[in-house]
């Protein structure tokens, strides 16, 4: 099993930084693609970025060059450093292990980023 713990949610001005943070129950980076996803009222849960277990990172069109997504192996944490946060980016945040093997998706339980002035 895994489990994934998200922090770092809250209000922030446009224009503004947050940073996530998903701390992971054990070090699977090796063999998990780990991302992450995000779900505004009335909308699909949208994949945000990835990072896969070889280090290789893909992100949505709509945050290219703003977010980054990161990874520290001897912390078991992955992180999302949100930058020129827009009010579109409003959504539950949600933390993903998808096993590169096994197929299998963890999630973690969602943290709120609202984006307003």
């Known amino acids: 099993q895994v489990q994934l713990v998200e922090s770092g949610g809250g209000l922030v001005q446009p224009g503004g930084s947050l940073r996530l943070s998903c701390a992971v129950s054990r070090n699977i980076f090796s063999i998990y693609n780990m991302g992450w996803y995000r779900q505004a009222p009335g909308k699909q849960r949208e994949l945000v970025a990835v990072i896969t277990s070889s280090g290789n990172t893909n992100y949505a069109d709509s945050v290219k060059g703003r977010f980054t997504i990161s990874r520290d192996n001897a912390k078991n944490t992955v992180a999302l450093q949100m930058n020129s946060l827009k009010p579109e980016d409003t959504a539950v945040y949600y933390c993903?292990?998808?096993?590169?093997?096994?197929?299998?998706?963890?999630w973690g339980q969602g943290t709120q980023v609202t984006v307003s002035s």
């Open positions: 993903n292990a998808r096993g590169v093997i096994t197929g299998n998706n963890y």
